[in-house]
T-cell receptor
């Protein structure tokens, strides 16, 4: 079983729509959780950290469910510039980041 | 403040040749991590280095791969006798410290193609 699993998509949505997707992780001892964004196989860039209480950053909302070991990301009012691959990333109590394979989102005009 | 730098950005090698990938961490960062991304897969941890020390190489293939981070100069990931399966994007990340909360900042990657 992979450490981090994501629905690869693609999610194809019109501008202004809301899109949401999840990832699941296998290691119950995981301590830190993140969403990264990767454009066209360029370097991953940190989008936001995910906290147990859930957190919001502008149009992006992240949720963590430790009991079920899943993390979600919701994007409201989608923009064309949101088109990217979103990587779910999990870290234990050390330095290793475990990446999902990514969920591709395409926002169309 | 320059970010993490990697070179070359693209590298083409024939089977059996050597590939040398370089990574210069962000200024002030002394911790370097290498990750590999195979096509259609997520990034996989390879190795974690500090200056002159390999801290964790548990993600490195046992043969043909080596890494170093000398006192002076960039970190080097070296792949000897490359095979087609080594074709991938290799990303380097750096952080100032290692702790549960430190963000790793990624370089632009080196795309290795083995012919």
């Amino acid at each position: 079983r992979k450490e981090v699993e994501q629905d690869p998509g693609p999610f194809n949505v019109p501008e202004g729509a809301t899109v949401a997707f999840n990832c699941t992780y296998s290691n119950s001892a995981s301590q830190s959780f993140f969403w990264y964004r990767q454009d066209c196989r360029k370097e991953p860039k940190l989008l936001m950290s995910v906290y147990s209480s859930g957190n919001e950053d502008g149009r992006f909302t992240a949720q963590l469910n430790r009991a079920s070991q899943y993390i979600s990301l919701l994007i409201r009012d989608s923009k064309l510039s949101d088109s990217a691959t979103y990587l779910c990333v999990v870290k234990g109590n050390d330095y290793k980041l475990s990446f999902g394979a990514g969920t591709t989102v395409t926002v169309r005009a | 403040n320059a970010g993490v730098m990697q070179n070359p950005r693209h590298l083409v090698r024939r089977r059996g040749q050597e590939a040398r990938l370089r990574c210069s961490p962000m200024k002030g960062h002394s911790h370097v991590y290498w990750y590999r991304q195979l096509p259609e897969e997520g990034l996989k941890f390879m190795v974690y280095l500090q200056k002159e020390n390999i801290i964790d190489e548990s993600g490195m293939p046992k043969e043909r791969f080596s890494a170093e981070f000398p006192k002076e100069g960039p970190s080097i990931l070296r792949i000897q006798q490359v095979v087609r399966g080594d074709s991938a994007a290799y990303f380097c990340a750096s952080s100032p410290l290692t702790s549960g909360s430190d963000t790793q900042y990624f370089g632009p990657g080196t795309r290795l193609t083995v012919l």
